[in-house]
């Protein structure tokens, strides 16, 4: 695992010391140059939950991820480069059904810089493109949007605006975590029929001022306006156009055959909640 390869692999020549404007390009260009894709899941390849199986697959093979890939090589590049790192566990909201996953279904990570504590996620679609102050209340427009902290009792809340209401993206607590607990979601991630992971072959980017995505026949472009809003422009694609598609788009080749796929999850048992 070599620190310079990923530095070229998220487009940056060199990093420099710890610092909240050095965490800042660096996060902000991983969520540009690394997509979030649940590819591995309909193309018969098994995610591993090992660091530098995830190293080799993101910055050598140039593929994309989810949260406990992509933020899970992240908290590696930010513990070799000496920040003071703490991970999360939080539960992303079902916008259709409302509910929220189990617990430990999706890796956040803090980092502590100058007395206080930002949140980085470069592990969700439509999530902060820079570091987030940890703060209740704090509300802040980025590239991607306009999020804002909400807190009641120990649950911490992100959200995010769509033109004039605000949407919980997922909620989550300040204990402390470690990557190894994670482990059972991952598999749960690649097998459940209530993971989205599971019904949808997609692979998401982040652009300035934008997102594209390929979903299952679909290709999606997004223009985030200022205030929270956006524009989606969509075009249906054929099956034979897929493999072109995300090697132009998205960079990524695959080694064996992609089966589309977009349905519905399964809404959980009360048990499962």
Not at 79 to 103: A, C, D, H, I
Not at 169 to 180: A, I, P, Q
Request: charge should be negative; charged fraction near 25%.
């Amino acid at each position: 695992m070599d620190l310079k390869a990923y530095l070229q692999r998220v487009n940056l020549t060199d990093c420099a010391p710890p610092s909240l404007t050095a965490l800042r390009e660096l996060h902000r260009h991983h969520a540009h140059s690394v997509p979030m894709e649940s590819l591995s899941m309909h193309s018969g390849e098994k995610i591993m939950f090992d660091i530098s199986w995830i190293y080799n697959k993101i910055v050598v093979r140039r593929r994309g991820g989810f949260c406990f890939e992509q933020n899970g090589l992240f908290l590696w590049v930010l513990q070799q480069l000496g920040y003071e790192t703490k991970v999360l566990s939080s539960r992303v909201r079902n916008e259709k059904f409302g509910f929220y996953t189990p617990p430990l279904s999706h890796m956040i990570l803090t980092v502590e810089l100058e007395g206080r504590r930002w949140l980085c996620d470069v592990g969700y679609g439509e999530g902060i493109i820079e570091p987030f102050l940890l703060e209740a209340g704090w509300e802040e427009e980025q590239d991607s949007g306009v999020y804002r902290l909400r807190v009641e009792g120990d649950e911490w809340y992100m959200e995010r605006k769509d033109e004039e209401l605000w949407r919980t993206l997922y909620k989550f607590t300040l204990e402390e975590r470690t990557f190894e607990d994670f482990h059972g979601m991952c598999e749960y991630l690649q097998t459940s029929l209530c993971s989205a992971f599971v019904r949808k072959s997609f692979c998401s980017l982040q652009l300035p001022r934008g997102r594209l995505t390929y979903m299952g026949r679909r290709l999606i472009s997004t223009e985030y306006t200022k205030g929270g809003g956006s524009v989606k422009t969509t075009r249906e694609i054929t099956e034979e156009e897929i493999p072109s598609l995300i090697k132009d788009k998205f960079g990524i080749v695959l080694s064996q055959k992609l089966i589309p796929k977009d349905e519905d999850i399964v809404m959980p048992s009360a048990s499962q909640l």
